[in-house]
Structure formats: structure tokens, C-alpha cells
């Protein structure tokens, strides 16, 4: 079942210990304003893959990230969020894998459940439940008409 969050609000995501970001929820409109992005449509046509990635994620970022916690300059001093310091955040590897996995992944993995089948748990009644379900409605609407 796909739920709906209709309060529409930020939401805090822990990338790693000590290190939490405040970012808006993935919407239609920010995927759509992220690919037609200038600096993902600079992205030269021969970039590898992973170019595309760390281009997209960059500009999802910029544009999602409201607000952090624990992250600083040089000396330790706390810092505000700013496109260039969002840049250098997401070019430290494990909070670019953690800003994917607990961010970007979620909009692909609806994504994918549209073009394909969802994910099915474990196990051989795996399935089952959507079948009971579907035929349960099916019932249903057959006993109103």
C-alpha cells in the first residue's frame, strides 16, 4: 500500500553519526526542477554513470536541504548550509552513499514498484496477501452492485 503524507513537511535524516540533515520531502516537483537543473544539464553526454549520480545529487541536495547539524569548517566552527559547502558535504563518500540510500533511493524505489513489480518479503506466501486482498475487494464490490 502506498501511503500518503499529506503534511508535506521536512523531515531530519541522520547521513552519519553526529551528522543530521533537514531536507524537504522528495516530491514530483523537486525531481522534475532537479533534472532540468543547470549543472545536471552540463553533464557532458560521454560522463560516465556515477558522473550523472554525484551531478544529480549535488543539485537534489542543493535544492532539498533546509537545514544541518553537525558539520563545520576547518577549525571546527559550525557552518551554515551553502550550495559550495552542500558540494563538499556530498563529495565525502559515506554521506553521499548515506544522502542516497536514505533520500534519493526512496523516490526510485516507488519509481521502479510503477514500471515493475514492488518488492516482495521473504518466503513462499510471499504475495499472498495482495491476492487475499484483491479478491476481498473483488467480493465486496460484487456484493453492492
Given at each position: ?14 547521513l ?13 516537483a ?5 533534472r ?9 553526454e560521454e ?41 563538499a558535504?556530498l ?5 553521499f552513499?548515506a ?13 521502479q ?11 513462499p506466501?510471499?504475495?499472498a496477501n ?9 467480493a ?6
Amino acid at each position: 500500500m502506498l501511503t500518503l503524507d499529506l503534511t508535506n513537511a521536512p523531515r531530519w535524516h541522520d547521513l552519519a553519526p553526529g551528522v543530521c540533515v533537514q531536507l524537504r520531502p522528495l516530491t514530483t516537483a523537486l525531481m522534475v526542477a532537479t533534472r532540468s537543473d543547470p549543472a545536471v544539464e552540463a553533464v557532458p553526454e560521454e560522463a560516465s554513470d556515477e558522473e550523472r549520480a554525484v551531478a544529480f545529487a549535488k543539485a537534489l541536495a542543493r535544492r532539498a536541504l533546509l537545514a544541518w547539524e553537525g558539520i563545520g569548517d576547518a577549525d571546527g566552527n559550525p557552518i551554515d548550509p551553502s550550495p559550495e559547502a552542500i558540494d563538499a558535504l556530498l563529495d565525502v563518500w559515506p554521506i553521499f552513499e548515506a544522502f542516497q540510500l536514505t533520500y534519493v533511493s526512496k523516490g526510485l524505489l516507488l519509481e521502479q514498484e510503477k514500471n515493475a513489480s514492488a518488492l516482495s518479503p521473504n518466503g513462499p506466501s510471499a504475495g499472498a496477501n495482495a491476492t487475499a486482498t484483491l479478491a476481498k475487494r473483488r467480493a465486496r464490490t460484487a456484493r453492492r452492485g
